[in-house]
């Protein structure tokens, strides 16, 4: 035992750690991939209708509309615009002419409805080069 | 004026690590020079410490000639802040990472341990070579002395989110420190890889490093979640966001590390070491790849900078030289074998689940990547993957703690471990029935108030049993971690939330706690705009104090930040945001959250940090018993060797 089967019960552990890793993030990865998509691109094609999906863009200055419980904007790539309807009133950090990401589904007479709404912060902690004057 | 110095420094830097690098290979070749050698590392620290000394005077000095203080710097920011934004942005964190890099060195080549010894000389290779890497980085690719094409009157200030808290002062350098610090493990393994052989007098030296990172990075990453929690409003403490996994990646790696080298078996620790250390190291790298070329936002932005590529190219030559050497090395030496139910093997299984839970955690924070490069477009992958992949591995990582803790040293007490076992296990499932009980709480969760009992109550029965007395600073460790999985378990499964327009004067509850809004006060100071929403706590009619979420609105940067409220308290914390406050100040939206046990989290991770320092004290007195011991428990195996 001590000496006939060097290492055998950490091989054996290996091999079904590792079959279990690769169940597990199959799995695991099943419903949890979610797909950017801009404007332009939901716009053009009707794949990602239904399906849970992140559109990014910026908020078109004079379409933020907030009756009450539910908002409603556009999300803008520059080319395409998007209507979003969103269920719940948005915090002030969330304001036209900015950056944001929504995530929810879209419906087929083409607005999107918004499960969260983000505001974009830069990844890289940078400003925009054109802010500096 | 500044900015030539910085870049001078960071020429002289450059050289002198390529000196360090080429004396020290001298060193291990040829056993000679190492005054010399050592020179150079100070060399390089010090063109460091000019170079960050530069960059500090000119966000201090508020020399907008620099683009980076153009960028990060405002005349009306805090002195505090504008200290910390040496490395609130990535060319100046870049430099953070050299100085410590450099010091991490000298620090090696001055050591007084074992000086003469041919690994600690490969290992100054080593870092030399990384150190050289970096210097170059930061010289080609992410100058922070780059001059502003227009001098601006004033600048941005630091990223509004980084100047929220003080802990900012101190998690980018703690979690610096403990990622570069895994370089001298690092170092050492692919120095035992170089000079090959049956000598392990390298493990110590390369645990301790690995130990005093570990626990630094611990603090870094403790820091971090705590910043998020304080700092970014959403109630939460982890993401599984790509920045928080590339510090969680090493951490995994590193632990698993730090319990395979405690491992009797010498030839099995070695070996193990070789190739955790190395991991490590290479998470560490891989980690920065992808939070600071761009990668993670999408493919094709990384190679907008050449910092991407270089650091990716870096990445494939340090896992092709491991490589080399591992497939170069001699296979002769057979490990020795472990017993199915040992203290030894409990450390390899639990190396093995740790290395596992990386394996899922890098899997989903790559998964964006690979998935775009196969033209799957631009994806993300949600908290529910690393919820449901590696939430169960980590409780898995528990239980074979909670039994391996209690595996005796020696054969004597194995009965005793029987018995504990029992105990510590039905104490488990009591706290399972109870708690399942009384309320419903996920089944994860659940599952992790039960491992947690399970844990603290095998360390209870092992405390003071005379041979698990050199065990207490795991112990420790281990008792942290059960709080921590306490305190993430119940805020997940309990807690509250609710969002609603409050007038001056109404109230909102939530758990028999309830907030009254007071005031609205809106004030201007420096380069922003607060609006403050005062509100009234209390529980069932006695007042519990006040609490004050802010929102900040900065001008330069047209950006909004709500920064929340949080009163902790023994039972939980009462965390009030405020999200939006109508223009004649009589409305606000406030956000009121109770989160139960959320103290505990911190509680423990400082708890896992004490434990590793504790062992990092430790080990310097106890060394030579340790040795002894060690002899003492490999002398039954020794007639076996001779047999081979």
């Given amino acids: ?133 | 004026m500044t900015a030539v110095i910085g870049t001078l420094a960071l020429i002289a830097g450059l050289t002198a690590s390529i000196a360090w690098s080429l004396l020290w290979l001298r060193v291990a070749l040829s056993g000679s020079g190492i005054r010399a050698a050592q020179a150079s590392c100070i060399v390089a620290l010090l063109s460091a410490v000019t170079a960050c000394g530069a960059l500090e005077w000119a966000l201090v000095a508020h020399d907008f000639t620099v683009q980076y203080v153009a960028e990060n710097g405002d005349r009306s920011v805090p002195l505090y802040f504008t200290v910390t934004s040496l490395w609130s942005a990535l060319d100046g964190s870049l430099l953070l990472w050299l100085l410590i890099l450099a010091a991490v060195g000298s620090a090696l080549a001055w050591g007084r341990s074992s000086s003469s010894s041919p690994h600690r000389a490969w290992a100054m290779v080593t870092t030399g070579i990384v150190a050289v890497f970096f210097f170059a980085l930061v010289y080609f690719a992410a100058n922070p002395f780059e001059l502003s094409a227009v001098v601006p009157i004033d600048g941005l200030g630091p990223n509004p989110l980084l100047r929220e808290h003080p802990a900012i002062g101190v998690h980018p350098p703690l979690l610096y420190a403990g990622f570069v610090g895994m370089v001298v493990p690092f170092g050492y393994a692919v120095a035992a890889l170089v000079v090959g052989g049956h000598d392990d007098s390298w493990l110590a030296p390369a645990r301790r490093w690995a130990l005093g990172a570990w626990v630094v990075l611990t603090v870094g990453i403790l820091l971090g979640a705590w910043w998020s929690y304080a700092v970014l409003g959403w109630g939460g403490y982890w993401a599984w966001d790509p920045v928080e996994n590339a510090s969680l990646l090493p951490w995994l790696t590193a632990t698993a590390a730090l319990h395979v080298t405690m491992s009797g078996k010498r030839s099995i620790a070695a070996r193990w070491a070789v190739g955790l250390f190395s991991t490590t190291f290479i998470l560490v790298l891989v980690g920065t790849f992808l939070t600071r070329s761009g990668a993670v936002a999408s493919v094709h932005s990384f190679t907008e900078s050449p910092l991407g590529p270089m650091l990716l190219g870096f990445i494939v030559l340090v896992v092709g030289v491991v490589t080399a050497l591992v497939v170069r090395q001699d296979r002769a030496v057979s490990p020795d074998a472990v017993r199915l139910w040992s203290r030894d093997s409990g450390f390899l299984y639990n190396a093995i689940l740790l290395i596992a839970v990386a394996a899922v955690v890098l899997t989903g924070t790559v998964y964006p990547l690979i998935g775009e490069l196969l033209g799957g477009g631009r994806s993300t992958v949600d908290a529910g993957y690393y919820n449901r992949a590696a939430v169960p591995v980590l409780l898995a990582v528990m239980l074979v703690m909670g039994v391996a803790q209690l595996v005796p040293t020696d054969e004597v007490v194995r009965r005793r471990m029987l018995w504990r076992l029992a105990i510590a296990s039905a104490a488990g499932l009591i706290t399972i029935i109870a708690v399942g009980s009384m309320s419903q709480p996920k089944t994860l969760s659940l599952l992790a108030f039960g491992l947690a009992a399970f844990v603290l109550t095998g360390i209870a029965s092992v405390w003071f049993s005379r041979s698990h007395r050199r065990m207490r600073p795991g112990l420790v460790a281990h008792g942290g971690l059960a709080l921590v999985a306490i305190g993430i378990a119940a805020s997940s499964s309990y807690t509250i939330s609710q969002l609603v327009p409050l007038r001056i004067g109404d109230s909102v509850t939530v758990n028999g706690i309830s907030a009254r809004l007071i005031g609205v006060d809106r004030r201007a100071s420096g380069d922003r705009t607060t609006v403050t929403a005062r509100l009234d706590l209390g529980r069932d009619g006695q007042s519990l104090g006040q609490s004050a979420p802010v929102l900040h609105y900065y001008p330069a940067r047209d950006t909004t930040v709500s920064v929340p409220s949080v009163r902790s308290r023994l039972s939980g914390d009462v965390y009030t945001t405020v999200t939006a406050v109508d223009d004649d100040g009589a409305r606000a939206t406030i956000r009121l959250a109770v989160n139960p046990f959320v103290p505990v989290i911190w509680l423990g991770g400082a708890v896992i940090a004490l434990g590793g320092a504790l062992a990092l004290l430790r080990r310097r007195q106890a060394v030579v018993t340790e040795l002894r011991d060690a002899e003492v428990v490999e002398a039954p195996a020794l007639p076996e060797e001779s047999l081979r």
């Fill in chain 1, 1 to 133: 035992m001590n000496r006939a089967r060097p290492s055998g019960p950490v091989l054996a552990l290996i091999v079904i750690v590792g079959i279990g890793v690769v169940l597990l993030v199959t799995a695991g990865l099943q419903n949890t991939v979610v797909y950017y998509r801009t404007p332009t691109e939901v716009k053009q094609s009707t794949s990602s209708v239904g399906q849970t999906v992140r559109l990014g863009g910026r908020v078109q200055p004079g379409s933020l509309h907030d009756d009450g419980g539910s908002t409603e904007f556009e999300l803008s790539d520059g080319r395409s615009a998007v209507l979003v309807q969103a269920s719940e009133a948005l915090p002030d950090t969330f304001r036209e002419g900015q950056d944001a990401v929504v995530e929810g589904v879209l419906e087929p007479n083409g607005t999107f409805r918004a499960r969260t709404v983000a505001v974009k912060h830069s990844n890289e902690y940078r400003a925009p080069r054109q802010d500096i004057r």
